[in-house]
């Protein structure tokens, strides 16, 4: 849109602030608003207005819901011996079939880290220290060459991102992939306000915006690949975040549980460490199955416990479903949003010109397990946290650098510990053992115990099995 022609429908809005002092203001603020103004369209003035209204009239506006009612635990899948090898035969048909992709949230910054890029260049494995989006890439490879067919990636970045991954992925390669095989799409963004509903500039005096939440997901993938899914036949979506490196990927009991169920929409769970770990928690309120973020489950709820001493909410998200492609987008525009006020650096006019100054601002955001409530069927599946999460969020503590690394070391030696193959814990040296393996080396125990069969039998310094 024009900017004049923009300016004016803002101005009628309520939104003529973001033109004060416009002749003292900085050239380079007005030409960043003026940007900013180029990209809006009747959608994003049809977004504008919806916002603002919710910021006006309060937030059960939002109609974010998710309050009242009886909560009590969601019923879990726990598959086990001879349902686990059912489901696996059932699921490995179902890839065989050529009808599943796999999603990956990827629009995180390395910023906690300690790194400046997108989270997914982050080298995270405990030998190589191959990045995350080359340890997803050769679990997506090994699925192709066990199932004999191409397994369509599509990767949503953000903004500030979207072209330093796509380099990433050129510059190694695609990590072997074929590269019409992976679709990146950026992810939405939504305005901020103040607390009167009014629009906010940034510090460089474009509007500012912030990430519409995971849930904007669904939205952006039908803008960029509704017809992709289409055309290739996609029925099911493996959802995944980049940080979690251990997530199978894509996983055949997991589909197969979810096609048996009849379910739309499916989700992993690992059990809960304790009553205070961070983590959405699979509820039923008033019967109706929903993920609870824990934020929202009162203290004695979230610590009540069995006669067993077992917390009766006992299971947690790990933030990996698999989804109906059919489904996805009727559910875009039904998700609710989600309020955040977070304090920002905004730009304020004055007749001298323009002042940056911190104030409270209004976020939205949608979050994609709100489509739990309209799927049908929803399921929640139980997986083992050891083979499944180890979520990289911080530079130290808990679900951090170390721990990550580790968690994928503990896995492959229980890998090798399970095909007969004892590993030490230290080396001569005193320095502990680290273990890992490529999926393009083995995708599952049983296939380890063949590549290593009558070749290695102790494993005492640390290894790397690729």
């Known amino acids: 849109m024009e ?14 602030d973001l033109f004060a002092h416009w002749d003292a203001r900085p050239a380079g603020a007005r030409r960043q608003l003026e940007a900013s103004l180029r990209l809006l369209d009747d959608d994003a003035f049809a977004l504008i207005a919806r916002l603002q209204a919710v910021t006006q009239e309060g937030e059960d506006a939002a109609g ?7 909560l009590t635990a969601a019923p879990v899948l726990m598959p086990v ?6 489901l696996r035969e059932q699921g490995e048909e179902v890839l065989r079939g050529g009808v599943c992709g796999c999603l990956t949230v990827a629009g995180g910054q390395g910023t906690r880290l300690g790194i400046g890029g997108p989270k997914g260049v982050f080298p995270v494995s405990p030998v190589r220290n191959a990045s995350l989006f080359q340890v997803f890439a050769e679990k997506l490879r090994a699925a192709e060459r066990r199932y004999g067919t191409t397994v369509p990636w599509f990767v949503m970045t953000s903004p500030l991102n979207h072209a330093e991954t796509e380099a990433f992925f050129q510059d190694n390669e695609f990590f072997g992939l074929r590269e019409g095989a992976v679709t990146f ?3 939405g963004m939504h305005p901020v306000f103040d607390q009167q509903g009014r629009l906010m500039m940034a510090a460089d005096g474009g509007l500012t ?10 939205r952006a993938l039908r803008i960029a690949a509704a017809d992709q899914l289409a055309s290739a ?9 980049v940080d979690n490196p251990l997530l199978t990927f894509p996983d055949p009991v997991f589909v197969a549980a979810h096609q048996a169920a009849g379910s739309q929409l499916s989700t992993k769970v690992v059990a809960r460490k304790s009553a205070e770990e961070k983590m959405g928690v699979p509820c039923l309120r008033d019967g109706a199955p929903e993920i609870v973020e824990y934020s929202d489950i009162d203290s004695e709820m979230a610590a009540a416990r069995d006669g067993q001493g077992n917390l009766l909410l006992a299971f947690g998200s790990i933030a990996a479903h698999v989804m109906d492609v059919p489904a996805l987008f009727d559910w875009e525009s039904r998700l609710p949003l989600h309020v955040a006020r977070k304090e920002a650096e905004v730009l304020v006019p004055t007749a001298a010109g323009a002042t940056v100054e911190r104030s409270t601002v209004i976020k939205y955001e949608h979050f994609v397990f709100d489509a739990i409530q309209r799927a049908r069927s929803p399921l929640f599946v139980a997986c083992e946290r050891a083979e499944e999460f180890a979520p990289l969020k911080n530079e130290t503590g808990d679900d951090s650098i170390a721990t990550c690394r580790q968690g994928q070391s503990d896995k492959y030696r229980g890998w090798c510990e399970q095909a007969g193959i004892p590993v030490a814990r230290v080396d001569a040296d005193g320095q502990p053992v680290l273990v890992e393996v490529s999926p393009l080396f083995a995708d599952s125990v049983a296939e380890l115990k063949t590549r290593l069969q009558n070749t290695v039998t102790r494993i005492d310094e640390t290894s790397l099995f690729a």
Request: hydrophobic share 30%; proline share 6%.
């Open 233 to 241: 036949g996609v029925r099911y979506l493996f959802y995944g975040q």
């Open 185 to 187: 799409f950026p992810q």
């Open 64 to 70: 974010t819901g998710g309050s009242g009612g009886t």
């Open 81 to 86: 011996d001879a349902e686990l090898g059912r």
């Open 209 to 218: 915006q912030a990430p519409d939440g995971h849930g904007g997901v669904l």
């Open 3 to 16: 900017p004049q022609a923009a300016r004016e429908r803002l101005a009628a809005a309520d939104h003529d």
